[in-house]
Nanobody, 121 residues
């Protein structure tokens, strides 16, 4: 099993940047694919990005492609989401997820508690 803890959220102005981190416990971090999702009030949890176990392969939702970058450091057991050119519509709770496969549906095996990102106009 793995436990995930997100950090790095906060309040930022439109056009600004934030980097989210997802720290994992356990010794098997490198055996999991990792992903980031977000959920705005009253909306479904949406896929943002995923990264393979090795970090070689990444996948992004169209809404964030070119603005967000997912990465991972297996030695530090941490995944990251670099978010640039933030927009007010990016405001949501951001969740990291781990599993043997990360799809665009929120069905991953493990989830963090979420971190709030608020983008002011």
């Amino acid at each position: 099993q793995v436990q995930l803890v997100e950090s790095g959220g906060g309040l930022v102005q439109a056009g600004g940047s934030l980097r989210l981190s997802c720290a994992a416990s356990g010794r098997t971090f490198s055996t999991y694919a990792m992903g980031w999702f977000r959920q705005a009030p009253g909306k479904e949890r949406d896929f943002l990005a995923a990264i393979s176990r090795s970090g070689i392969t990444t996948n992004y939702a169209d809404s964030v492609k070119g603005r967000f970058t997912i990465s991972r450091d297996n030695a530090k057991k941490t995944a990251y989401l670099q978010m640039n050119s933030l927009k007010p519509e990016d405001t949501a709770v951001y969740y990291c997820a781990a599993g043997y496969a990360i799809t665009t549906e929120p069905t991953a095996d493990y989830w963090g508690q979420g971190t709030q990102v608020t983008v002011s106009s």
